[in-house]
């Protein structure tokens, strides 16, 4: 009789430990993505003035890689998150609003990510989930993941397309972001695509498809998109 309930008890441990009663949980942090045109939510078909172009824009397509999510304190990385590849799309809402698990009691004071795709990752060919090449963000095993996608018209009739990438040297395009911040559960982003498209004239550069020197320049110009709240 002793010995059939010692059974159950340790049947009922083990049972209780496959349901993850006794599994050890992290705290969750919430990110927010912020696409914006100066103060306003950008939203896909709107247009907007801008005071470089002299003209008013609309953006049909905006998306972008952000990658390599990290957590400082002090200057020493406590936490870099796993696979944090993000695909941001202004028509994909679901897609700017993100969360992941970080261990229970994590301090931080600073976070860092990249802007677009590391040239290891590039390295290691296609990947899943948002990296799948059928998230329309991939050219070729050379060139790479495309960081970031615009497209879109002016008010006059006139198309524009950046499609900013590229991994190898002397044109790889990602970079590192920094932002100080204190420990908590929400981190929001603004990405302010008027500093992109008054950074340069339509005019001299109205396209990139493929790496190399512009892609490069565009590329360090979109990096300035980003702030912390």
């Keep these: 009789m002793g010995s059939t309930i ?5 049947c009922t441990v083990l049972l209780l430990f496959s349901f993850g009663v006794f599994a050890q ?3 969750l942090v919430r990110l927010g993505f ?6 306003e939510t950008l939203q896909p078909g709107k247009y907007y003035y801008s005071e470089t172009q002299k003209d008013s824009i609309s ?10 999510l990290c957590f400082y304190d002090k ?13 941001l799309d ?4 679901a897609s700017l609003n993100r969360q992941l698990e970080i261990p229970e009691g994590l301090t931080y004071d600073e976070i860092r ?19 799948d090449p059928s998230k329309g963000m991939y050219w070729a095993w050379q060139t790479g993941y495309i960081n970031m996608k615009l497209e879109g018209a002016t008010k006059s009739g006139k198309e524009f397309q950046f499609h900013l990438g590229g991994f190898l040297k002397p044109y790889s395009s990602f970079h590192e972001l920094r932002f100080k911040t204190a420990t908590r559960d929400l981190l929001e982003i603004n990405i302010d695509i008027e500093k992109f498209v008054n950074s340069f004239s339509f005019r001299d550069i109205p396209m990139i498809m493929s790496p ?5 320049l565009l590329s360090q110009k979109a990096a300035l998109m980003f702030s912390l709240l």
């Design 90 to 93: 202004i028509n994909d809402t």
């Design 212 to 216: 190399g020197e512009k892609a490069v």
């Design 25 to 27: 949980h992290g705290q």
């Design 6 to 10: 010692k059974k159950l008890c340790l």
């Design 59 to 68: 953006f049909s397509t905006f998306r972008m890689y952000l990658s390599g």
């Design 113 to 131: 990510f990249l802007f677009g795709i590391d040239d290891t990752t590039n390295n290691e060919g296609i990947g899943s989930g948002d990296l």
């Design 75 to 87: 200057g020493k990385k406590v936490y870099e998150a796993p696979n944090s590849y993000y695909l």
């Design 34 to 39: 912020r696409p914006l045109y100066a103060t």
